[in-house]
């Protein structure tokens, strides 16, 4: 049985917007998603997107809201600045900023930066994803985030250590779109309707001295040259991408033995097959609990230095 509301959480991303009501033991009272995400909203207009979802789940004008992700951007609604690795997870509000315009409580979470040995990389919304893994005891461990741009975390002693994003997903599509390779790779391809032809491409991509750039052409050439032979240039294509990046990972993967996957469908089924292939055990997270998890552990740190000051 849910209590009262307790705070509104909030993930806004690049292209869509989930807001949850819940109680101060994390229960859902109610929720609400759209596509107002940050790409689509000129800053003026985000107390009233805010309100008008808070109003539809009928909260109260003083219930206070926690928001990450792309609010937080220099072009969202307030800049929050990057907190830089190693940063801790656990301490993330306190570097949250209040924005304008709003009557009501509003908290903004930072994202987090890395520069160090000229490794820039940024994340905005995977960190208070990460720190919902951290409230579930994981506090050394790496993570795969799969998406356009995939994250790889390691997180030690409850510290964003170091990461990377690989922009995997988003060379697929232009591949796959804009190259030669759009004449074989059709549109509606399905790398996971062929598992086994991903899967060799993963173990090639696995093998030592592969070249990436040198070995993409053969799946065009491969289209050209057999016939009655089973092919699915899109399942060869991600299998290959995905081998790479995972590639690039593999010593860290090895020495933790496991990547904790958060995400859930098609790409994030075949990240796991890809990393048992690597030689590492894939467990699968769920990240929306994950966000509302790091929310609310942000909130109720925000909120109890707010009655103690």
Same mark, same amino acid.
């Given at each position: 049985? +849910? ?37 689509? $909203? ?17 909260? @109260? ?13 220099? =072009? ?12 801790? $997870? ?60 995939? /994250? ?21 599509? &232009? ?37 990436? +750039?040198? +070995? ?8 050209? &040259?057999?016939?009655? =032979? /089973? ?26 033995? /496991? ?10 089924? &075949? ?29 109720? @740190? ?8």
């Amino acid at each position: 049985m +849910t209590g009262q509301p307790f705070a509104a959480l909030v993930d806004w991303g690049t292209s869509n917007l989930r807001i949850w009501l819940v109680d101060s033991q994390g229960e859902i009272i109610g929720e609400r998603q759209s596509a107002e995400g940050m790409g689509s $909203l000129d800053k003026a207009a985000y107390p009233a997107v805010l309100e008008g979802h808070l109003s539809a789940l009928g909260a @109260s004008p003083d219930l206070p809201v926690v928001v990450a992700g792309m609010a937080g951007a220099r =072009t969202g609604w307030k800049e929050a600045p990057y907190v830089e690795t190693a940063a801790p $997870l656990v301490g993330l509000f306190q570097h949250a900023v209040r924005p304008e315009g709003v009557s009501r409580t509003v908290y903004i979470l930072p994202g987090v930066c890395q520069r160090e040995g000229g490794a820039f990389d940024v994340m905005r919304g995977e960190e208070t994803q990460l720190a919902g893994a951290l409230e579930q005891g994981l506090d050394n461990a790496l993570f795969c985030l799969p998406g356009t741009h995939s /994250k790889w975390a390691l997180v030690e002693g409850g510290l964003v250590r170091r990461f990377s994003t690989v922009m995997t997903g988003e060379l697929f599509n &232009l591949i796959s779109r804009q190259s030669i390779l759009r004449l074989s790779v059709p549109e509606d391809g399905d790398a996971e309707a062929d598992v086994e032809i991903f899967d060799a491409a993963v173990e090639q991509a696995l093998e030592p001295g592969f070249a990436l +750039t040198s +070995t993409l052409f053969s799946i065009r050439a491969e289209s050209l &040259l057999t016939s009655g =032979t /089973k092919t699915n240039p899109a399942a060869r294509l991600s299998g290959m991408l995905i081998g790479a990046e995972i590639a690039a990972i593999r010593q860290d993967l090895l020495r933790h033995g /496991k990547a904790y996957l958060i995400g859930t469908g098609k790409l994030t089924r &075949l990240y796991a097959r890809a990393i048992q292939k690597a030689g590492g055990e894939a467990i699968m997270l769920d990240g929306g609990l994950l966000v509302r998890r790091g929310l609310l552990a942000s909130a109720i @740190s925000l909120f109890d230095h707010e009655f103690k000051d």
